[in-house]
């Protein structure tokens, strides 16, 4: 039984190693790679210096990478940040001062727009494009530096169920941006939600979110749409079959989780309650 997020990739990858994970832009990664390259990319942001519970930062458009880049955060024990590649540069340096990411995941586009100031409290930069006329910088590093790292394991890290996974921020509407933050327990609760025939059955093809939960569990071949919501839109929408102002819904919900006004969510089911918790 799964007790954190990335032993569900670990799972679909032994049981289906050469079933497609992930589609987007035109490119395909398999269970095995996927799991592959999230082991190189933890070892990576070890030897930049992240430790548990480190906050990463992903700030790219959606794509194969995307994945690779949640789940290598999780495997070095870090805590990753989703940041909306379409958001002004003023709101993204915010939220990476707010949460104090140490390591950037971009690429050369989405660097540029960053000002010298929120660069510069960085430890690293690691492009997922591999532009290598954008490395001026010991610390900015290219992805290519994966294949410099193994791929059998990933490091030994210690994590556990009540360990952070990830922090999603509202979009500051009525005032400043504010961090949700899930647990891997809270992710996991979202996962036995998603999983099984019962829900969607290969191969049906499901757009997901950054979090990733249905392609984890080897229940679909997941589609990654540039335009995809955040990470919670996806069982939201399930659940609720939400058709209008599904924005809106979750934005609503995610603020009063910021807020501390709601301290559980309680589906339909009652055997499904996923606690809330929110930062300061």
Known sequence: MAYILQQLLSNSASLYPTKTAVSARGRNLSYRELEERSNQLAHLLLHCGVKKGDRVGLFFPKCVESLVCML????AGAVYVPLDPQAPAERIAYI????????LLTNAEKRKVLDGKTLHALDACILTDNSAGELNGSRVLPWSMLADY?????????????????ILYTSGSTGR???????HR????????VEGPAVVGAPERVGVSLLGIAQ?????????????DHAVLAYFDRLHRVHRNRLALIEHVADRIARGRLQLIRFGNPKIAIPCEHRA
């Open 186 to 193: 809270n992710a996991l609760q979202c996962a036995g939600i």
């Open 177 to 183: 941006p504010k961090g949700v933050m899930l647990s």
């Open 150 to 166: 193994p791929s059998d394991q990933a490091p030994q890290v210690t994590i556990t169920e009540t360990d952070l996974a990830y």
């Open 72 to 75: 290598g955060a999780l495997k």
């Open 96 to 103: 990476m001062g707010d949460c104090g990411v140490r390591v």
């Open 216 to 228: 984890l569990v080897g229940a679909v071949r997941a589609t990654v749409e540039h335009d995809a």
